[in-house]
């Protein structure tokens, strides 16, 4: 039988996130809880509804479509009682407008593959391919494992977005698989890390020396995010234990509030709402900081 995964997107004919043009496939479900998560529908392991009520038109077929009773009117459209909700998506399915949306839905890899050979040209002329993210693909690793392989028969380049946060054996069984690791480092002390996103950082960098020694193609990237990480300090020791381990390449991660919309569709608070940007001159700081232990650190990524 064919491995399914749960995948809440597929975005075609990006350039960011890997070399040249490419689509990136992404993952439901992740291990950390960043509360700057720009893909905050990507975190929880099951699919989630969505409601813009800016976009309902009052025609009601979700109300009358919803086995739960979870459909909830208000002054300004249709909405959702989510202690009720069980993330059918039959409302979704009824609603013409866009208003509801169910983020996750289950892909074989001949599913996925299919979407993405469409632009295969694309990724040969320009060096592109195919890349993982989420959400964290590598907590799928049966579903990541035979996608990346399937790509690579076709002779796609693989990337696969990490935080890290997985074991080891996970890794080790995906690394061959993958061209281009992009592995986040977000931050350096593990008492910050486990506070803010309930992680264990003294893994995650302990899989990355792992990967150092395996020879695997690995591009570090770190979120900057104001008033956590943005410290001349931290960022220049995560560039050093990055080049002690003989990576290159830093990818730094401005913080933007892109994705605040979707945590009104979910529901969720945004705690990074009223967070301004960081200036460019603080992120040239940073930048500077970074390459002067002589990584290549490139602002975005
Ligand atoms: S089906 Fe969509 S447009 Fe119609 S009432 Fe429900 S949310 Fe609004
Ligand atoms: S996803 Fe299913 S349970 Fe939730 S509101 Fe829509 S129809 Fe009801």
Known sequence: MDVSGLVFDIQRFSVHDGPGIRSLVFLKGCPLRCPWCCNPESRAFAAELLVDRTCCTGCRRCLAGCPSGAVTVEPDGL??????????????????????????????????????????????????????????????????????????????????????????????????????????????????????????????????????????????????????????????????????????DLHLLPFHRLGQTKYDLLGLPHPFRETAPLTEARLRRLRDRAAAGGMRVTLGG
């Open 79 to 248: 909405g959702v009682d989510r202690l009720r909700c069980t993330s059918c998506g039959a409302c979704a399915e009824r609603c013409d407008s866009g208003a509801r949306r169910l983020a996750g839905r289950p892909m074989t890899v001949p599913e996925v593959l299919a979407e993405l050979l469409r632009d295969a040209p694309f990724f040969r002329n320009s060096g592109g391919g195919v890349t993982l993210g989420g959400g964290e693909p590598l907590a799928q690793p049966e579903f990541a494992e035979a996608l990346l392989r399937a790509c690579r028969s076709h002779g796609l380049h693989t990337a696969v977005e990490t935080c890290g946060h997985v074991p080891w054996s996970v890794l080790d069984r995906i690394r061959p698989w993958a061209s281009l690791i992009l592995y986040d480092v977000k931050h350096i002390d593990p008492a910050a890390y486990l506070a803010t996103l309930g992680g264990d950082l003294g893994l995650v960098l302990t899989n990355l020396e792992r990967l150092a020694g395996a020879g695997a193609a690995v591009t570090i990237r770190t979120p900057l995010i104001p008033g956590w990480n943005d410290d001349e300090e931290i960022i220049g020791a995560i560039a050093a234990r990055a080049r002690r381990l003989g990576f290159c």
